[in-house]
């Protein structure tokens, strides 16, 4: 009778530890989820800036080409 006792105890320790193990395997999907989402929207925020950085390059080349361009007389 104990035997039987100790493998119903056994069994119930074993289905809350497996519960409980769902629990957090849910847990960290959605921190997973969560930490996905928060790195594309940091990818979004990064292109932008970039972007942005790349056009004001580009803007003052051009205008450094052009301030160039009428210092030599136009020959360029």
Known sequence: M???YVVCAASAV???VIVACL?????LCHDISAL???VMDDMVEFKT?????????????QGARIATDSSA???Y
């Open 2 to 4: 104990h035997a039987k």
């Open 73 to 75: 007389g136009g020959y």
């Open 49 to 61: 800036l970039a972007n942005d950085a790349w056009r004001e390059m580009i803007a003052v080349t």
């Open 14 to 16: 074993s289905g809350i």
């Open 36 to 38: 996905y989402n928060d």
């Open 23 to 27: 629990a957090v395997a849910v847990v």
